[in-house]
């Protein structure tokens, strides 16, 4: 099955990507690897505020992490000119939640993104990554996530 019918299949409609909201581009290449620049999470068009372990649970940072991955797919298919099949492989997530210091699953939010790449590009959805916590991410988002993608 392709990404296109994957996609379709999960009912998932690409946004049009995102502007840049400083000084930085959303993706840029070398060679056959292209780096994405972070992405916060949103929920219903809007930045999706909040830190884990206060006020969002595990499972709703999940969902954010997987919003972001919806995001993340976008950036990737401008990218690779609108061809997703381009896509070889992707090579890492690294994941900045928003957490009280006693939080300790940034790695089951930061699943909400993996499982859906791997879903979306099957074996070569399967990647290396990071989890962190940290203080504070820009706008008050709760989860902000990279991406490290080869492509043809």
Known sequence: M??????????????????????????????????????????????????????????????????????????????CHGDLTRVKRIVKLMSLVNSTPDFTEQHLVTNGASELLVEL??????HARSAFGVAQIPMGACVEIELIAEIA
């Open 2 to 79: 392709s990404i296109y019918q994957k996609l379709e299949e999960l009912k998932i409609e690409l946004p049009t990507v995102a502007t840049p909201a400083a000084a930085y581009v959303m993706f840029a290449q070398t060679g056959n690897t292209v780096f994405l620049s972070g992405h916060i999470a949103k929920k219903d068009g809007k930045v999706w505020v909040g830190q884990l372990g206060k006020d969002i649970t595990t499972e709703e940072g999940r969902q954010a992490a997987r919003a972001v991955a919806i995001d993340l797919v976008a950036t990737l298919r401008a990218a």
């Open 121 to 126: 590009f099957g074996e070569q959805g399967k």
